[in-house]
């Protein structure tokens, strides 16, 4: 599992996604969300603007990501 870290919270979910390269693009991002392909804390998400915060879990394509604040 990768640990990314930001330096604020919350961040929207699909900010995430694009911003570490899970997918091409900040549309791409919201495409993959709304079609229930991203896990958050193990449970489908497709809110794209979910608010993640430190301590949470996102799953993507085999994947696993976890987000600590600076």
Do not use: C, H, W
């Not at 990768?2 to 091409?24: D, Q, S, W």
């Not at 991203?38 to 809110?47: A, F, M, P, Q, S």
Request: charged share 35%; net charge positive; hydrophobic share 35%.
């Amino acid at each position: 599992m990768r640990v990314i870290e930001i330096t604020e919270e919350p961040i929207e979910l699909y900010k995430i996604l694009k911003f570490e390269n899970m997918v091409g693009s900040g549309g791409e991002a919201k495409y993959v969300i709304s079609e229930g392909q991203v896990l958050v804390n193990g449970r489908v998400e497709t809110r794209k603007r979910k608010k993640i915060i430190s301590g949470d879990i996102i799953e993507f394509k085999n994947e696993k990501i976890s987000i600590q604040v600076k």
